[in-house]
């Protein structure tokens, strides 16, 4: 299975609108939505015949049995996450806590122990050949670049025939960008034309490198301003990144997607550079595989 | 009005406008601080352009081993909850990408063969904007998490009001950026995406007990989930700012709208107003 990750550094420049546009241009039949912070394609992919939820558990996390603490103070003096709460008896901070167990190692009467901590929800939905990965985090958990592994797994397992995948990707450079990235033969980067947007690509495009991952790069309401717009395919020029296209402001895409509609329906001027983007994404993308 | 008042800024997504709020709403409540948590893509500097005055590492502990000390026991790599420590062919390695530093395995390895050095995670910078007090932070590239760099920002937050802009989504950089606020403002655009969003981080402020307000923004004609949202789940709507060519561009190009403009500059203060009164608990409005 090859895999293109729709990608941008910053959010809302219009990831998951190109997302889902290539799902329905492709007729994709294995598609993941690895923004576990803040999932959206879900909204945009219509009803599905099946779906299929399991609990996904993070690290245990620990417990201090207040029958037993007798308040010595030594899990407090090690753990390095600020989740020991002092007190009459000790409690841990279920948010803050890692699940290292450096306190249950230091505890000196067998207070601590740990317990399983369900941290989100990893859904599978299924309509004719078509499977689609995705899931949610629980608030204030923190295990996100494992989750995001997780969805692609499970997209993987029941769709390894499928030829090619294509994944919603997250914000940011950290764990979860890097989870998503990984095994990923072209990432394609909406970028938007502002000074923070370039600056956004720019990191992200440095961690997709690093972890050799080809990148492509694409803009977003390039006409809200044509001179940045010019400085991105400029350094796309000078640091040989193939530049796909633009995609103007188009009013009709908000209304059409708070009706639900897919863009790949649509005959607008964002919805036909998309058209555009996609054929060419589709280029870069088995010329890399062919390399 | 002097308030002592930490106020975060947060959108469940990148791109809804927190950056424009936060550096709007510090330019015009002046001799205040701005903390630009997003300290993955941090953009703030590109707003208030401030000059520096200092920059700092913040490191992180990460073991090393003396190999001519470690017996090759497994003890520390069983113990370790993250699988930051293996022992292949006798040898035993670190993966410093997986590793939390929590330091157990330096703790429980019974020959002392583990110590902690200190690694480079980011920067910190303090800095000015005028009468703003300016604090950002960077992680270096490749780093999965960066909140010891939250956790070194807010050690250098002053008194008087606080103005943070939050890192997007609702994981665990977001959680620790908001828990040293007094009050959230929620930033939500009038999308299907931004309602959901909005419900996220709503969840995640109640979860916090944090007071919180919402903010509609880029409005325009038509149906606006967001604030469809907002009025049935009794969440106070502090304002709207209508979607706007000129201000979207002024901002692409990184200027500060209540800097460049009499109108922006009367909106984002009534705003900031409204936030004031809306977090004090004292209020009588």
Redesign the interface.
């Known amino acids: 299975m090859h895999q293109i990750l729709i990608l941008s550094g910053k959010g809302g420049t219009g990831k998951t609108t190109v997302a889902s546009t290539f799902i329905a241009l492709s007729q994709a039949k294995a598609y993941a939505d690895c923004d576990v912070d803040a999932p959206n394609l879900h909204l945009v992919m219509g009803s599905f015949e099946k779906e299929q939820k399991s609990d996904y558990f993070g690290l245990p996390k620990a417990v201090i049995d207040s029958s037993l603490c007798i308040a010595c103070n030594r899990c407090f003096e090690v753990c390095r996450f600020d989740a020991v709460i002092p007190g009459p008896t000790y409690r841990i901070d279920l948010i803050t806590c890692e699940g290292c167990t450096y306190c249950l190692h230091v505890c000196p009467v067998g207070a601590i122990h740990t317990q399983p901590m369900k941290v989100g929800d990893l859904k599978l939905y299924e309509r004719g050949e078509e499977h689609f990965s995705t899931a949610t985090l629980t608030m204030g958990s923190g295990t996100t670049g494992k989750l995001v592994s997780e969805v692609k797994k499970q997209l993987k397992s029941c769709t390894e025939e499928t030829e090619v995948a294509i994944l919603d990707g997250s914000p940011g450079i950290g764990c979860p960008v890097i989870a998503s990235l990984s095994g990923v033969d072209l990432a394609l980067m909406v970028a938007e034309p502002s000074v923070s947007a370039f600056s956004d690509l720019k990191r992200v495009i440095t961690s997709a490198r690093q972890l050799q991952v080809p990148v492509a790069v694409v803009v977003n309401k390039f006409d809200m301003n044509p001179t940045i717009t010019g400085e991105i395919e400029v350094f796309c020029f000078k640091e040989r990144i193939p530049f796909l296209g633009k995609i103007p402001y188009d009013s009709q895409v908000i209304a059409s997607l708070n009706k639900g509609e897919n863009l790949a329906c649509l005959n607008t001027p964002a919805s036909n550079a998309i058209k555009r983007i996609y054929d060419k994404t589709l280029q870069v993308w088995k010329e890399r595989v062919q390399q | 009005m002097p308030t002592d008042r930490t106020i975060a800024v947060l959108s469940?997504?990148?791109?809804?406008g927190k950056?424009l709020v936060s550096v709007n709403l510090a330019f015009v409540a002046q001799h205040t601080t701005y903390i630009d948590c997003d300290v993955?893509?941090p953009?703030g500097h590109?707003?208030l352009k401030p000059s520096y005055v200092q920059e700092e590492v913040v490191t992180v502990g990460k073991p090393v081993v003396d190999q001519t000390l470690c017996d090759g026991c497994k003890i520390c790599s069983k113990?370790c909850?993250?699988n930051a420590l293996a022992v292949i062919g006798g040898q035993l390695l670190i993966f410093e990408e997986i590793c939390?530093?929590?330091?157990?395995c330096m703790?429980?390895c019974p020959r002392k063969a583990l110590t902690e050095v200190q690694k480079p995670l980011g920067i910190v910078r303090k800095g000015k904007s005028g009468s703003i007090a300016f604090l950002s932070a960077e992680?270096r590239?490749?780093?999965?998490?960066?909140v010891p760099l939250i956790k070194a920002l807010m050690k250098n937050k002053h008194s008087g009001l606080t103005i943070i802009d939050s890192?997007?989504?609702?994981?665990?950089?977001v959680?620790e950026a908001i828990t040293h606020a007094d009050f959230c403002l929620l930033v939500a655009?009038?999308?299907?995406?931004g309602a959901?969003?909005l419900a996220?981080v709503h969840?995640?402020a109640t979860?916090?007990g944090k007071p919180c307000a919402v903010l509609l923004n880029k409005t325009?004609q038509?149906?606006n989930?967001s604030e469809t949202y907002a009025k049935s789940h009794d969440l106070k709507i502090l304002g709207s700012l209508p979607y706007d060519?000129e201000l979207?561009?002024r901002?692409?190009?990184?200027l500060v709208a209540s800097e460049q403009s009499e109108k922006y500059h009367q909106y984002f203060s009534q705003l900031l107003q409204e936030v004031e009164d809306a977090s004090n608990p004292h209020s009588q409005r």
């Open positions: 469940g997504k990148g791109g809804t950056t993955e893509e953009n590109l707003f113990a909850a993250f939390h530093s929590c330091g157990l703790h429980i992680m590239i490749g780093e999965s998490s960066a890192p997007p989504g609702s994981g665990c950089l959680t655009e009038p999308t299907i995406f959901h969003n996220m969840e995640l979860l916090l325009q038509g149906a989930p060519q979207a561009h901002t692409s190009e990184g």
